[in-house]
């Protein structure tokens, strides 16, 4: 049997034992000094309680560690919100210790920490991105905040929207990690998230090609009116079904960014709210194993607090975010059945496509000696409409199954119940 990391010997150099199955726990006051902690904590960071105690959090950094990351961190809880992210630390006698932190604040002030032992894919890619961004930081003497913006770019540059979006997603891998890790089933919650995120994933590569498509049908109108000057007088049909084209044009324009593109719109929403909601409910999950674990430690094992005082600060701030995962999932359920609708709409709109398709074809007819311009654009209206009614179908087959896997998903709720007038709102 393998030997548990708490009985391990501890090397003289490299890595800290840690095991999967164990979790640290911390207690902070608003400037991050340390006011409790449980043993795990104490015995990978080798520092003595009288070390730790009344230290600031950073007694532990790692110089590994971009400055920027930090910069991101504190900016999201001094503003009482919940974050997570990679962290390498150091022991106080040299060996490093990586951790995936959840860190949230507290009623009353303060801040509580869980972390759990990293081992997913994305780990490994994130240690070598640190490793990139410490060296731009130090060669181009890049403040804090300019290296956050360089994490935040990057990030999008890997498909993130956001640091939110990177943290809901890392969270997820890692608890999916570490059940594989410790023999476990993964919950079917946990999967149901995995597939509505993927879903969302898949729809908004479609949308993107759509928005893609949509740009490209704007100039079709300006060429009509170009042939039009050319095959009749002015105000002729040729000119009239630009005209008429170029105003459904301007209405695909504005559902696209009413609906897609705009920071407010159904999607973007969806989007958030899918994000959010995996986000709160991994956040739940870790602070719950979390005390499971106090459960099976000795009083004299926390310093710094009561265990069952400590033990019901995590269940007060699983409980928050278990309900507003739930809550965000009502805010799924919500723009879900917009957009949906919408793209409905969108689909009836593009039908009209056929009837402009169809005059283009008479006029053809009427310009035998000239029809080719014409019937070039013919050609590309059929294009656009097959694309675009196929893109449609597909967002619109996804959106379906993200609705009913969020009504599915819902905990304490009926599907199908009165949804929130709007977004839920907090400080997390």
């Known amino acids: 049997m393998t030997e548990p990391q708490s009985q391990a ?46 230290a600031p959090h950073k007694v ?45 604040p507290m009623p009353g002030g303060g801040y509580i920490s869980v972390r759990i032992k990293p081992s997913s894919e994305l780990f490994d890619h994130c240690a070598q991105e640190y490793a990139r961004i410490l060296k731009l930081e130090q060669e181009q003497g890049l403040t804090p905040a300019e290296s956050a913006d360089l994490i935040v770019k990057r990030l999008n540059e890997l498909g993130y929207t956001n640091f939110e979006h990177f943290m809901a997603s890392s969270l997820a891998q890692e608890l999916a990690a570490r059940d594989v890790k410790l023999g476990r089933k993964a919950s079917e919650r946990a999967r149901s998230f995995a597939d509505v995120a993927t879903a969302v994933r898949e729809a908004r590569a479609h949308t993107d090609a759509l928005c893609e498509t949509f740009s490209a049908i704007e100039a079709v109108p300006h060429n009509m009116r170009i042939l039009a000057s050319r095959l009749e007088a002015s105000g002729g049909p040729i000119a009239a079904i630009s005209s008429n084209y170029g105003s459904m044009s301007k209405e695909i324009s504005d559902w696209v960014d009413k609906f897609i593109l705009g920071k407010d719109s159904a999607f973007s929403s969806l989007r958030h709210a899918v994000s959010r909601s995996r ?30 005082a400590e033990k019901d ?15 965000y999932l009502n805010t799924v359920e919500r723009e ?84 929130p007038a709007s977004a839920p709102t907090e400080a997390a």
Not at 359 to 364: D, G, L
């Open 9 to 54: 010997q501890r090397p003289t150099t490299g890595e800290a034992p840690f095991g999967f199955d164990e979790i640290f726990f911390s207690r902070t006051d608003e400037r991050g000094v340390i006011q409790a902690g449980n043993q795990i904590f104490q015995r990978v960071s080798a520092h003595p309680w009288s070390k730790l105690i009344g």
């Open 60 to 104: 532990i950094r790692h110089p590994d560690m971009p400055k920027g990351f930090f910069h991101l961190f504190w900016e999201r809880l001094k503003a009482e919100r919940l974050v997570s992210g990679y962290v390498k630390n150091r022991a106080a006698d040299g060996l490093y210790y990586w951790v995936y932190a959840v860190v949230s």
């Open 279 to 308: 986000m709160l409910s991994a956040t739940a999950r870790v602070m719950e194993e979390a005390q499971v674990q106090f459960d099976s430690e000795a009083d004299d094992m926390l310093e710094g607090g009561d265990r069952l």
């Open 313 to 327: 600060r995590l269940h007060e701030v699983s409980q928050k975010y278990r309900k507003l995962s739930d809550e």
């Open 336 to 419: 879900a059945t917009t957009f949906g609708r919408a793209v409905g709409d969108m689909k009836r709109l593009i039908a009209g496509l056929s009837t402009t398709r169809m005059m283009c074809k008479i006029e053809s007819a009427r310009l035998p000696d000239h029809n080719e311009s014409l019937m070039a654009i013919i050609d590309q209206l059929d294009r656009f409409q097959s694309e675009l009614e196929d893109r449609l179908d597909k967002i619109g087959a996804i959106t379906s199954a993200v609705l009913k896997a969020a009504r599915s998903l819902e905990v304490g709720g009926v599907a199908g119940a009165p949804q």
